[in-house]
């Protein structure tokens, strides 16, 4: 023990307790903030944001309805949704500057090292960037969350050869950019299952990438420089980039095996071998992710609609066998989450495979703006913190007067 901080019982009442020098890698359970915008219950498998079950929103709302919730804490009344749809349109339009940028980068880059890069970019042609006030901070959110899918779609063009395609104002969050993304009006059933997986993707407290952007910001660093960080911490493997691994492992399970039939078999080498079966296994749910159900039904119908039932089969298959190997190895709570199904649905779409994690930030992009703002104005908390925590040094020590600087003729 070494001096003294304060803290929050978890009734609430506030104390000054002994700092205890606990090791907790990967902050595995420990409450860092309060957050009014969304919250899992990983023992039950429920998700909600600003008090609406996911599953009664991916019914019932909108993309964008959905981002006017997290930003406002409350569903909004027709004229204000009708409001907040003129402004996203409004500033979907992205900078030529920024595309021009874009076209000097090499074709073969990343698109979520693209899009980080961008953010940046965006935020110099933001007139409010050095206003720190509330009000400027929620039209930052807007022009972002109105920005990134053209940031996405632009850079799919500009690598292909094309020229961006510009926002066609009719369409839906999601409906325009699949447009922006192809230059071709969408289905609207595909559309439709677009903006309902942008709805699922929205929020999901303080994952990896959400605290990226909060813990940069509590620095007072503004808006664009948290999301920056957000992208970055989202393109892992381990976090949103797992849909795309689950893609590729699906086609390289299919490249490799005769039936569905020698899947368990693939599956439990692959156990064995101490991989990854992507796509399975949460940090918080220790039960079924409730995202990944519905996107399992959406699966469902559309692999029926594209024709990619073996998809469908091979997945399900993968689902069952892991489910079962893993309760064999004593960890039954390994199951599927919101990016097993997803790739599967975004390839069945049409959607190139390393622009599903991309998609993934153009809906969490609003999650991330909101907790932005939680941040910075202390809305769930007393003030504003910054986030400090400490690490514990385990590298070569020569008492306090330090190691002896060795000249380099010296060192051997
Ligand atoms: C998401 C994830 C990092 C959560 O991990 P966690 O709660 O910290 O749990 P751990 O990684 O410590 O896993 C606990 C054990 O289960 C195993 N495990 C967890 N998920 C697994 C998976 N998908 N495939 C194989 N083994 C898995 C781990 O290897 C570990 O085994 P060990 O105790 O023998 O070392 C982990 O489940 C994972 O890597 N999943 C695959 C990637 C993925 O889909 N990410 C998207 C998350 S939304």
Known sequence: MDGATNVITSEGEKKTAAIVRLKNIGLRGVTVADTKISHVDGENGILIYRGYRIEELAHSSTFEETAYLLHHDRLPTENELREFVKELIQARQVPEFVFDALKHLPKESLPMDVLQAAVPILATADPDLGD??????VAKAIRLIARVPAIVAGWQRIREGKAPVGSNDAL???????????????DPEIARDLDTILVLHADH??????????EVVSTRAHMYAGVAAGVGALSGSLHGGANERVMKMLLEIESEIKSADDIGAWVKNRIDSGRKIFGMGHAVYKTVDPRSKILKQMARGLAEKTGHEKWYEYLTRIEEESLRE???RG????????????GVVYAMMGIPIDIMTPIFAISRISGWCAHIVEEKFAEAQDKPALYRPEAEYVGHYCGVIGCTYEPMEARG
Do not use: M
């Open 132 to 137: 720190e006030t509330r009000e400027a901070n």
């Open 172 to 186: 839906s969050h999601a409906g325009n950019f699949l447009w922006q993304l192809t230059g071709i009006e969408p």
């Open 205 to 214: 407290s303080f994952n990896a990438s959400t605290f990226a952007c909060r």
């Open 326 to 328: 893993f309760a064999a």
């Open 331 to 342: 960890k039954p709570g390994i199951s599927t989450n919101v990016d097993f199904y997803s």
